[in-house]
């Protein structure tokens, strides 16, 4: 029996949590984490997903394997990671609600045409006067709280705060150094560091562009609680007894502080949808950025150009949910036999 490869991870997001939880029964795992605890409880994310995430409600790159690796994590994690079913998807305007029709022609096992009047009825506080998309494949669910539960789960050693500086190939294995001082050798490293990238120049010169978001959470009246999932103009998802409305897309952003401006552009947006947000009160804003590959919109799992052992598993974009446990599935197969992955997810 070959003795079990070691693989160092560097990046405790969504990308790392899901390589590890897949990773920790064939190997042995340890996660590198830049920031501590607290700060990753605030990171900012909508927690939506849905296999048909374009703008025209087109399925999305393998959606359906997607789907059911993300649907057999939390099957392993179980009531640990609770999940919202069910997402309206209302149309902004009559050219999407025609593709939206088109939509729950093409896919009615996913989606299910709901015309203006049918959504007054069954969705009173919302307001959609082109129709709406009922995705009941879709749903919401914490990324942070996620996270938390795939990496005690897995039971590895996470190291943190330890902030990874340089790394170092050789035949045989791969050297980390971190801002402590030490040095950690591994059979293989994975590098999830998401917007991390562009401080390590063998990273920077890749084609990823980074897009800044802002989510800000409301508190309102009891009944926002009863809402559904809304993805509309913005995304409005109650939980906790607090309504959190996300989000912005800015690629061009000088810091990550939250701006007073798109707080109230998010909440004019989401009144759009749901009048009765007008009476609620804005407790917070968070931020956050989402790494896209720009010219080819999909994630990247793939050894670095010239090296072996060591990878990249980053790109998400704004499809974390659905792309972070597919990928991550892959890896056990993929670091032995890196050619079998497909191409489009390949550096
Ligand atoms: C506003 C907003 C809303 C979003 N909404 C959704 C949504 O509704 N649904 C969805 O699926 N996705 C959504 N996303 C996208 C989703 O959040 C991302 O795809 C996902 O978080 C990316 O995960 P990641 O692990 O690649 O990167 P990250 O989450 O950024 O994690 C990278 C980690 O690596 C650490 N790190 C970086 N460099 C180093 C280093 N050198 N050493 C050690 N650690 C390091 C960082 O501290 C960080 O914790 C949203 C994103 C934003 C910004």
Not at 32 to 39: L, M, S, Y
Not at 74 to 96: C, K, T
Not at 227 to 254: C, I, K, M
Request: hydrophobic share 45%; with cysteine.
């Amino acid at each position: 029996m070959q003795p079990s490869p070691s693989i160092g991870i560097v990046g405790a997001g969504l990308a790392g949590a899901c390589a590890a939880f897949a990773l920790h029964r064939q190997a042995h795992v340890e996660v590198f984490e830049a920031t501590d605890a607290t700060n990753q409880a605030f990171r900012a994310t909508g927690g939506l997903f849905h296999p048909l995430m374009t703008r025209r409600a087109r399925p999305n790159w393998q959606h359906e394997a997607a789907l059911t690796a993300l649907e057999q994590l939390l099957a392993e994690v179980g009531d640990q990671v609770p999940v919202r079913r069910g997402l309206l998807r209302v149309a902004f305007d009559e050219r999407q609600a025609a593709d939206f029709r088109e939509a729950a022609c093409a896919y009615p096992h996913w989606v299910q045409w709901l015309s203006p009047e049918a959504v007054r009825e069954r969705f009173p506080q919302v307001r959609a006067p082109y129709g709406a998309l009922w995705i009941s494949q879709g749903g919401a669910l914490s990324a942070n709280r996620l996270i938390d539960v795939l990496l005690a789960r897995s039971g590895v050693p996470v190291h943190r705060p330890v902030r990874v500086v340089d790394w170092e190939e050789t035949s045989r294995q791969v050297l980390l150094h971190t801002d402590r001082g030490d040095t950690h050798a591994f059979d293989y490293v994975i590098l999830a560091p998401g917007y991390g990238y562009r401080l390590h120049p063998e990273l920077a010169r890749l084609p990823f562009q980074a897009v800044k978001g802002q989510v800000i959470s409301l508190a309102g009246p009891a009944s926002l609680a009863t809402l559904p999932l809304v993805l509309a103009t913005v995304h409005l998802v109650p939980s906790d007894g607090l309504l959190f409305v996300g989000s912005s897309y800015e690629p061009a952003f000088t810091d990550l502080a939250p701006s007073d401006a798109q707080t109230h552009r998010l909440w004019q947006e989401a009144t759009r949808w749901v009048p009765e947000v007008m009476q609620g009160t804005v407790v917070a804003a968070l931020t956050g950025v989402r790494v896209i590959r720009p010219r080819r919109p999909l994630p990247v799992l793939s050894p670095l150009p010239g090296r072996q052992r060591l990878w990249l598993f980053s790109g998400l974009g704004s499809r974390g949910l659905l792309y972070a446990p597919l990928l991550a599935s892959w890896l056990p197969e993929a670091l032995r036999e890196p050619e079998r992955l497909p191409a489009a997810v390949r550096l």
